[in-house]
């Protein structure tokens, strides 16, 4: 059973830019939520997409935007970098209920200069 | 809205020393409770969870037991390892929803 992968695992970024990153979600999983986790600071949720719909969102401004492929992987979008963007961003997929235990991914470190 | 406190760290110990991490919640309804911990350079791993009221979670000697009376998840260990140096995580997910709200974690060093 393959865990849940990201890529890349490191990104370097200017103010202004836009970035995609990648998440696989683990065999079997069909849910896949999105954090933001600052230094030193707990994940805060971004948002969850579940079967190819946005199912839930935090307080992120819409410039932080995402999409769910038919084989359940995922992506974030972040335009119009910032500095305070600079963050570990971590994918965790669940299972067939959107409340199951979720399993993360090792996290893209992003720093945007 | 919903929240997560824990005690702040960093938390040091010696390797043996019994452990004890304070995790209050705020949240209406039936949340589900639950610890992370992260090791150096790992993503989350999850370390255990209870899912509802007096329910107790357990996991490589580690024990968090849900009360509601007091809204607490307190994780706590016997003996800890050198091995049990990571950053530990509450968090619970909110009735019907599937996000996870999580603590600001809290650092644990075990020295030999």
């Known amino acids: 059973e393959t865990g849940v992968t990201q890529s890349p695992t490191h990104l370097i970024k200017t103010r202004g830019q836009q970035v995609t990153l990648r998440c696989s979600s683990q065999?079997?999983?069909?849910?896949v939520s999105w954090y933001q986790q600052a230094l030193g600071q707990g994940p805060q949720f971004i948002f969850q997409y579940y079967r190819e719909e946005e199912n839930g969102r935090g307080n992120f401004p819409p410039r932080f935007s995402g999409l769910q492929f038919p084989n359940y992987s995922s992506e974030l979008n972040v335009n119009a970098l910032e500095l305070d963007d600079s963050a570990l961003y971590l994918c965790a997929s669940s299972g067939q209920e959107v409340y199951n235990e979720q399993f993360f991914g090792p996290g893209t470190r992003l720093t945007v200069l | 809205g919903d929240s997560v406190t824990q005690m702040e760290g960093p938390v040091t110990l010696s390797e043996e020393a019994c452990l004890t991490i304070?995790?209050?919640?705020?949240?209406?309804?039936?949340?589900?409770l639950f610890w992370y911990v992260q090791y150096p350079g790992e993503g989350l791993q999850l370390l255990l969870k209870?899912?509802?009221?007096?329910d107790k979670g357990s996991n490589k000697g580690f024990e968090a037991t849900y009360r509601k009376e007091t809204t607490s998840f307190h994780l706590e260990k016997g003996s800890v390892q050198v091995s049990d140096s990571a950053v530990y995580f509450c968090?619970?997910?909110?009735?019907?929803?599937?996000?996870?709200?999580f603590g600001q974690g809290t650092t644990l060093q075990v020295k030999p």
């Open positions: 209870a899912t509802k009221a007096d």
């Open positions: 304070n995790c209050t919640y705020t949240a209406t309804g039936y949340p589900s």
């Open positions: 968090a619970l997910v909110p009735s019907n929803t599937g996000k996870l709200i």
């Open positions: 065999s079997g999983h069909n849910t």
